[in-house]
């Protein structure tokens, strides 16, 4: 089990080093090389990958690598698209997980809230990470991998 996070704008990325680091599961931090970020500690399970800053690169890097058994962290449907049938286990930023049972739902309400605001109007649905969800992404995190170490699927 490996762990690939789409971590441009993905606002868990400490959550993530730390769960990492505790639970020893390799990871790899997948960003364009536009963003920046700071290491806090000397890592031992985490490593940063930067890819190209071209559209799609770094869905486009996590598709070559993942492979059954590997968790990717992503709130891009797309990316979740290309790799939904590889065998990994897809998780958003804020502890949802994609599947074949809810893609098509998923990027169809991306589809809608595109269009209303093409259209001009303001959608109020988006809020800021509040404490509450960084906890439930943690907790959803851990047991994911808790559950993929249950199942054999470690390395």
Not at 17 to 30: A, D, H, T
Not at 37 to 59: A, C, M, Q, R, S
Not at 101 to 113: Q, S, V, Y
Request: glycine share 4%; hydrophobic share 45%.
């Amino acid at each position: 089990m490996r762990i690939f996070i789409d971590s441009d704008a993905c606002p868990v990325i400490e959550e993530i080093m730390c769960i990492v680091q505790e639970n020893k599961v390799n990871s790899y931090f997948v960003s364009t090389v536009n963003q920046f970020f700071v290491v806090k500690e000397n890592p031992i399970y985490y490593h940063w990958i930067l890819v190209d800053n071209k559209e799609d690169t770094v869905g486009s890097f996590i598709a070559k690598h993942v492979e059954a058994g590997d968790i990717v962290i992503t709130q891009n449907y797309e990316i979740a698209l290309s790799i939904i049938n590889k065998g990994v286990k897809i998780i958003t930023n804020r502890g949802r997980y994609i599947n074949n049972d809810n893609i098509d739902f998923l990027l169809f309400m991306k589809r809608i809230r595109t269009q209303i605001i093409n259209a001009g109007r303001k959608l109020e649905c988006f809020s800021a990470m509040q404490c509450e969800d960084r906890t439930l992404f943690s907790v959803k995190l851990i047991e994911l991998i808790n559950s993929i170490k249950k199942e054999g699927n470690l390395f």
